[in-house]
């Protein structure tokens, strides 16, 4: 096992009718800033529990940010908090909205000149303006880890940031919100946290049998429960272990002291970036090429994933690791996501190239858990995808 | 799954070489009082690696902490505490120095006349002295939780604390302390971490279905490395998982969102306070007929133990619930440990009507996932394992 440091300090509120709960574990003595996406906590009856807990507490809005929170959006925040003074951020939303306030967090107390910096420079962040949220949209984990990815359209750049600075003080995660989230985002929640557990788990095989196991125990239930999870969002059981999977699929604990890949993300957030396809769906489209493409690599704890998830005892190491990226694919697909991008876009030409580029530009030559996977070889994965 | 709260701020710093990290985790602007218990540490090296690593720090020394940490040991170093304003403490042991750093944490800045009383009327702690931990025997998750069990032998008590404000700020886990722990220490160890995992899982079915393959996973993996580790605490392997299956098996993961037992932990706590027994033993003399009294209730769960952990398929749901019970006691007995009380000593006669009264006096009076487990019912299982 590789020597690691794991810091989690996240307080997790989890359970039906927790979001009350705001109303102690939000200062009071701090003005804050209420952060939101396109308004449909309001529909939904979340925006009302919300108001409610906060009666005692003082806070102005701030709605807008998009599904991709969007720099130019985070910047008219950044304005607003620094002119009112606000001490204490509340994200109420999924990923993107937790995302764009972890942004905020570290921009607000940035000293250098260019907010974006923060991003272009991978600038890491030891002390953020403190945030809590409450998640509306189980996926992306970000309620429980330090990382966020913001977008910047104009120049077409989708790029991650953190540090140990950016964790939420307090989450709450009210199962029950998953009832009114449409089928499409419920498909892309399932996807995006199955793919974050593939990113730390199918590299090799390096002495962490429990961090396989815990891995192997959060794709199980995924594969499990996301039949359920579509099928009837009001099924509590399914909904619930849905969030909690979520979470545990990116809040650090499966990914210390193993090697992790990555490779997928980096490169499918090129697909989000030129296309604007959903991040899960990109996941979806790169994942399976990137397997192919590494096969000789991967295929050990590809076949420990056919035997241990999908229960494939028969056949060689070669057949079973090969039936394993057949299974994921068919488990994107069981959720309605298609697999390649010809199925999002017919201007896919001279898409590799762009990766090609985009990655040589931003200095992200060395990706994968070998480090092998050059912006040639992003290409090439890409090409197959077409 | 049921509603919780999940807080684990202790930041966990892992692997060979870290204890060198003292040096800049430890704050400088504060006296620090440094505990640590027999003296092995003096022995194995990692005294001088404490001491070097604390080179520009200011620091007094306090030693003797028992394998169980004694009371009136406690309040000697509380003395010391009050007297020499000491602003930070530092464990440097296995749980019981740990558990005895998290009393005195806790009753350095109590308010109350009697600081017995933070156990005896059960008062949380929300507010410690801050202290950080130097891991040097993997057994009781001490490391990472915020409880803490202290003994007062003139009255032959065992009572357990605890409180989010009993977090150790950080622990510095290495795996190579383990090569020079003696070998009835590592049994005990893997006795101790197997159990915890087993008081969270084997109530009943429980809509967990991922906490269930967490524990099953810690399980599995202690079962695997358990003969190696024993066979060789050099194999730094087997140490490493060694010591991370004893954190996350009571860092607070696995039980979240599902009932829980510690029954086995409470009533073996009395076989400890009165003959002395080591406490990973207690467990194994008492959980197997703990098991076996509440057969009905927990045989469920114990035939899924056995098909997913034990690999057993064939045979009734009854049959695989008596294989459970059968192979927990197997593995206790494969670690050299007995499982009978007679084994320990030969004066166990009317040691059941002695439980049935000190839980009675302690309040302990509904223990178990039903609360059914009434002290009637925990001197009918002390009777069972004589």
Known sequence: MRNFELYVPTKM?????????????????????????GGSIKKNGIYDQVIKALKDHTFIEFSGIEA????????????????????????????????????LASAALYNGDNPWDILSKKIRTFKGLPFGAVLTLPATGSEMNSGAVVSRSETNEKLVMGGPGLFAEFSICDPTVVRSIPKRQLANGLADAYTHVLEQYMTYPADGPLQDRFSEGILQT??????????????????????????????????????????VHVIAHELTAIYGIDHARTLAVILPKAYEKKFEQKKEKLAQYAERVLNIQEGSLEEKARAAIEGIEKFYKSLGIDTRLRDYTDSYEGFAQHVEKSLLEHGLTALGEHQDITPKVAAEIVEMSY
Chains 1, 2 share one sequence.
């Open 13 to 37: 509120i989890f359970g039906e009718g927790e979001i009350k709960k705001l109303a102690t574990e939000a200062p009071k003595d701090k003005k804050i800033l209420l952060l939101y996406g």
């Open 222 to 263: 995924l594969l499990e429960i996301a039949p359920e999870v579509i099928e009837d969002p009001t099924n509590y059981r399914a909904a619930s272990n849905f969030m909690w999977c979520c979470t545990m699929a990116l809040n650090g604990y499966i990914q210390k002291g193993v090697p992790t890949d990555w490779s």
């Open 68 to 103: 991709n929170p969007e720099y130019k959006t985070l910047l008219k925040a950044l304005e607003i908090i620094k002119r009112e003074d606000i001490g204490y951020m509340l994200a109420v939303g999924g990923g993107s909205v937790i995302d764009g306030t972890k942004f």
